[in-house]
């Protein structure tokens, strides 16, 4: 599934391998600022950073996708409404707080973007919001409108990068991932750590392109994409009420060939997707479940869902213990509630390569629970250090390497096939979200 | 919802108490045992409780709910067959192995179920076995036949206690609950405190009465009674191979009221329920959802479950951070992903009795926090404590108060209600299960 097999020793490493894949298409040009602020809800000083996306020259060309949480943030109802403009001319992204069911909500998204507008030359309703963060609490409106003029003073063409770091909230390390088309490219950045199972959109992920597709080519190309990238990880099964992507095109070069570009496009939302999970929060164990032979595409996926979903099993992984009658059981646990009747008999399922079960029954053996501690460990990003204060933390603020607990389930009755991400349970994961807010 | 509402300062109040409640019902008789035995799939020592449940005479008034997991373990195959039987004798439970897809599994079972049989000068098919524990190991069926012998020796007519001590294997104290019904009784216990989220049947739990009932009657008050209570908690999501819930009467008691039984039934079902999830996998605050005005009473289930599973909601619940976002996030996801088009403009959530949510925005202030904040710590079971070795561990073996996190969510838009009852995600949980095996 990912295009790549990297690994790295240190943050500096890793930075400087971004830096290789940071480079802006053509036309676009990106600007952060970061400013003090106090929480209205619960006062205490914060910290937001406001980034700023600006295309050169408006374009019609763009794509976006949202969550389908029923309860969608501000920024989302007005995206929604954005696609039917004539034109997009500029994002503007705030994290710390999403602007989900605030009071005010829409119109304080609408003001920001207003401000942008003005400083941009452009109509307000040329300018995409975005907000990540905590959920509940209202923008500081005034403050981001005094804060803006930075951002876009800040607006430089070279790099993505500060764009890529602008938007983090959890995030231990920014995400960048780059293809190239002929002489244009496509070049991706992603936030999002926690609150990730996306339902048909994800997470915050800006997409940019050079390369001229025209607005409804790539709106269809959008939503083949992020099936299989964006819709097949999950880190803790919960649905962002800000989940959103946005493919924008500044149509400065000529695309010679629309199945590369989508070919490109695909791989770079697989592998930022990879890189979502990778980063999320808590994860010290990527588990990748390849399910084949399903009745339908869909029940293999749910499955695969089912599989990385299910908090026992994940605690088993965290613990580099093959308690692979958890996963058998989480496998289980779907078809009985949800697909009752399908034929389970044939299924055969393996982790690390490595039988476990087969023909109706368990297939365990003292070697084989040696061989798949061994598989377990080696997917290990980092061992979990008990701190002093009962706060764990991640021990990397950078990806060591690209393995992962690979397991396999095929249930032999059909052509029906889906890749699923998604991470263990740990320590790491409580101690970020017991507290996140504090 | 709870029939009581107690307090314990130690594990000896708890243990009087539950003296007070443990009376069997004229007819039956409990006896156990605990031996050493060597697992063949991981050779190192491990120990096994049998506990035996005798009937003085055969009866055909019993009733039973399996688990609906698509990989049922051999006794919940066994089990189903055993409602045609004309009559059930005994049963005869074992922990720390499952039996579920073990090779063999079903012959070991029936093998243990001839051997208690013959002890006992019944006929096999009115013995009913059960097995809990670790998933995709086998039964060590020869050693289980040799300690027999010393369970039936041990039975006795005075008190439950044994066999609610015998059937547990993560939880930290047994659960045992009984009502009264004119001169006859109904007890219950009940094993369970991970892999928790039944459907349409739970865990182990034994009920037992010596009121006279029909056999299809008690099996229809069955079906009713599992539905608000063990078919209305959730620990993990999960739902285990083993669930099994059992009632059966000695017959030796007229019964003036079905009615008054039948309420007196639900009333036992739904204080082993809220035991079973006070006493959950690492469970620090018992969170109780009690939605109303909903379109469906199944909708209103289903928005209770996805409340008390969602990941981050209960990270906040555990860190006393009342980050009601998390909550609503919850109510969204699920709406967004199943059930579109529900009207949720009316919806009214509170915490603790606090409105936190109406009119379709968040109604959040300092002292609203503040309130929140000591709502959540008065729920607490106990406080974490970061342990040297960084393996966190309960710091209570009794339940130290009924107290729970009160969520209220009222849709306003039908007459659809359901109370559904979870835990928190701690530190507790993921050091019990990414390390439970070993």
Known sequence: MPSTNLTFQNRAEHRAWLATQAALPAGFRVGTTRFDFTPCEA????????????????????????TRNAFPGA????GRARLGEPALGAIIVNN????????????????????TARLLGLVPRAVLP???GVIGWTLPVEAMVAALPAAAAALSAGSVLPAAEGIVTTDLYPKVRRATVGPGSIVGIAKGAGMIEPNLATMLVYLFTDLAVPRDTLRAMLVRAVGPSFNSISI??????????VLVSSGRVPCAGLAEFEAALTQVCRDLAEDVVRNGEGVRHVIRVAVTGAPTAELARALGKAVVNAPLFKCAVAGNDPNVGRLVQAVGKH???HAPGTDLSRLRATMGGIEIFSGGVFRLDPAKE??????LRGAELYPSAPPKDGVFSAAVDFPPHERCVEIGLDLGVGSGAATVLGGDLTHEYVSENADYRS
Chains 1, 2 share one sequence.
Request: proline share 7%.
């Open 96 to 115: 710390k707080i999403s602007n989900v069911c605030a009071p005010g909500g829409v119109e304080a998204s609408e003001r920001v973007c207003a401000e």
């Open 43 to 66: 006062p205490k000083p914060a910290k937001m950073t406001l980034t700023l996306i600006a295309l050169e020259k408006p374009t019609a060309d763009f794509a976006a996708m949202f």
């Open 236 to 245: 803790d099964s919960d649905t962002s009420t800000s989940d959103t992507v």
């Open 130 to 132: 975005c907000s990540t």
């Open 370 to 375: 040696s061989a798949l501690v061994a598989h």
């Open 335 to 337: 078809v009985g509630a």
């Open 75 to 78: 920024p989302v109802i007005v």
